[in-house]
Structure formats: C-alpha cells, structure tokens
C-alpha cells in the first residue's frame, strides 16, 4: 500500500485566497482524521470523520475551514478565505477499526504558507 | 478531559548511550491505548511503539522501550545504544474509545555524535 497520500506537499498562497488540502488515507480504514501542527501551538486535530461521516469537528477553528469526505477514499480540508496565522503544516493520518491498536497512519503532510 | 504532558521540551544524548523520555498523562477511562510517535526533520509521523492499558507487560520494539506505570498514569520512553537517526521529536499519545487521539507538546531530542 502507499501509505496516506496528501496534495500538494507545499502550498503557497495569498491572504483571502481559497486552499484546499487533499488526502488520500489507506485503503480499507474507516477513520480519517485532519491535523495541524505549528511551533506555537503543536500538533491539533481539527475533524475526524469515521466511514465518511463527521464525528467531531469541535477543533476547527472557525467558520473559515470546512472539511469533507465524500468517499471512503477522498477528503479535503479547504480554509476561505486564507490568513497568515493559517500558515503551518496540516496531517492527514488514517486507521482502522478493527486493528488490534487503532494506530494512526500518518501522511507526509502539506506545508501551507500564507502571505 | 483527558490530556497528555511532556515535561522535557528537549534532551541530548551520547550516541551509543540510553536515554528516557517521559510521559504523563490524565484520564478516568481505564481502556485506552499509549503511543510513541517520531518525527524526524523529513516530518513525516511515524509510530515507535504502542501499549495497551489493560496489557501489564512493558512493550518492547528492539532499542525501544516503555515504562508503563497505569496507576501513576505514566508512560516513559527509553532509547538504548541511541544512534544518530534517531534525532528527532518524539510525541507521547493517548488514544481513548471515543477514537480521538491526544498528543503531547513533544520533546525535541538531540543525538551527539
């Protein structure tokens, strides 16, 4: 398997314009969940879905971010209009239910610099 | 609400010496799972090692290893022979049943040569 795929691995972008983050998780996981992590404030998870649904998006910052995954197989993380305090690196990671540890497969994440 | 504390931001090493990292944490569940993850410069998470809460046996991954003590709701790391790749920051987890997964601020560790 190839692991979790995310796209674009860097993005750069303007102040108010529109990102949208890409991941790919692992065949035959259930859950997927999106993360952030900066120096300031470390590694936050932001949504995690389980079979395509959203279980707890408590930790998305504001109205500006919205996350879907309209398949087992495909998910976004899209922020409009983009701010520089957005500018950090967003995870991807995947598991399985029935995995005997719920470990987390992480993604090689999407470094995001707003100007 | 459950939380995860890493009190050394950062630590050196010797290389070929063993080195701990420690690891609290804060819940009132009694099932739940503890991780190690690394992540090296490249960024990439990847998992050291895993233990399960109702498992009483220390886990064990060749030169790592964890000091588990459920009662005190510790949960330390230790690196022997430690070698030059295995610089990088090393986060604690908790994951409880509800799935969602809790991680330490992170200690930085460096290896000296």
């Given at each position: 398997d190839?692991?979790?795929?995310?796209?674009?691995?860097?993005?750069?972008?303007?102040?108010?314009?529109?990102?949208t983050?890409?991941?790919?998780?692992?065949?035959?996981?259930?859950?997927l969940?999106?993360?952030?992590?900066t120096m300031?404030r470390g590694?936050?998870?932001?949504?995690?879905f389980n079979?395509?649904?959203?279980i707890?998006?408590s930790?998305?910052?504001?109205?500006?971010?919205?996350?879907?995954?309209?398949?087992?197989s495909?998910?976004?993380?899209?922020?409009?209009?983009?701010?520089?305090?957005?500018?950090a690196?967003?995870?991807?990671?995947?598991?399985?239910?029935?995995?005997r540890s719920?470990?987390?497969?992480?993604?090689?994440g999407?470094?995001l610099?707003?100007? | 609400?459950?939380?995860?504390t890493q009190?050394?931001?950062?630590?050196?090493v010797?290389?070929a010496e063993?080195?701990?990292?420690?690891c609290t944490y804060?819940?009132?569940?009694?099932?739940?799972?503890l991780?190690?993850?690394?992540q090296p410069?490249s960024?990439?998470?990847?998992?050291?090692?895993?233990?399960?809460?109702?498992k009483q046996?220390?886990?064990?991954?060749n030169?790592?290893?964890v000091?588990?003590?459920k009662?005190?709701?510790?949960?330390s790391?230790k690196?022997?022979?430690?070698?030059?790749?295995?610089?990088?920051?090393?986060?604690?987890?908790?994951?409880s049943?509800?799935?969602k997964?809790?991680?330490g601020?992170?200690?930085?560790?460096h290896?000296?040569?």
């Open positions: 190839a692991g979790v795929i995310q796209s674009p691995r860097h993005e750069v972008t303007e102040m108010g314009q529109e990102v983050l890409r991941c790919k998780p692992i065949s035959g996981h259930d859950y969940f999106w993360y952030r992590q300031m590694l936050e998870l932001l949504i995690y079979n395509n649904v959203p707890d998006d930790g998305m910052p504001e109205d500006r971010f919205s996350a879907k995954m309209p398949n087992a495909f998910s976004t993380l899209k922020i409009q209009p983009s701010e520089p305090r957005d500018s690196v967003y995870f991807c990671a995947s598991s399985f239910t029935n995995s719920y470990e987390q497969y992480f993604g090689p999407t470094r610099t707003v100007t | 609400a459950q939380t995860v009190s050394q931001p950062e630590m050196s010797q290389e063993t080195v701990t990292l420690s804060d819940t009132s569940e009694s099932d739940y799972y991780f190690w993850y690394k410069p960024r990439q998470m990847i998992l050291v090692i895993r233990q399960e809460a109702y046996q220390n886990a064990t991954e030169r790592f290893s000091n588990f003590q009662a005190a709701k510790s949960f790391l690196i022997s022979d430690s070698q030059l790749g295995d610089a990088a920051m090393y986060f604690c987890a908790y994951r049943r509800n799935d997964i809790i991680f601020k992170g200690t930085r560790l290896i000296l040569p």
